[in-house]
């Protein structure tokens, strides 16, 4: 039976295309990246207020836990560990 053999093989290459399709993730590739999980900027953003920040400055609020603009300043857990570990200033 020929033709049984040759549905198999169509079949056979329909499964190895879709295992190698990879996933298009809708996402401008020049949009600026932000916070810990590198994504775009996305609903409402919160900044770090430590002035040596150097790579990320802006976080989602659900990634650092926020629900609302906290007041007055607010340092990333990255900061705010460093700040805890040579606490100087305030104790
Ligand atoms: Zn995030
Ligand atoms: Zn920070």
């Known amino acids: 039976m020929a033709?049984?053999?040759a549905e198999t093989e169509v079949a056979a290459a329909a499964a190895a295309n879709l295992t190698g399709m990879e996933l298009d993730?809708?996402?401008?590739p020049n949009e600026p990246t932000y916070c810990f999980c590198?994504?775009?900027s996305f609903g409402e953003m919160v900044a770090?207020?430590?002035p040596d920040q150097s790579k990320?400055?802006?976080f989602h609020f659900g990634c650092v836990g926020l629900k609302?603009?906290?007041k007055g300043k607010w340092y990333c857990s990255d900061c705010a560990a460093a700040k805890n570990s040579c606490?100087?200033?305030d104790a």
């Open 56 to 58: 990320i400055d802006w």
């Open 48 to 50: 770090c207020n430590n």
């Open 87 to 89: 606490k100087a200033d």
């Open 38 to 40: 590198n994504q775009v």
């Open 3 to 5: 033709a049984a053999a």
């Open 68 to 70: 609302e603009q906290p």
């Open 25 to 28: 993730l809708p996402v401008d």
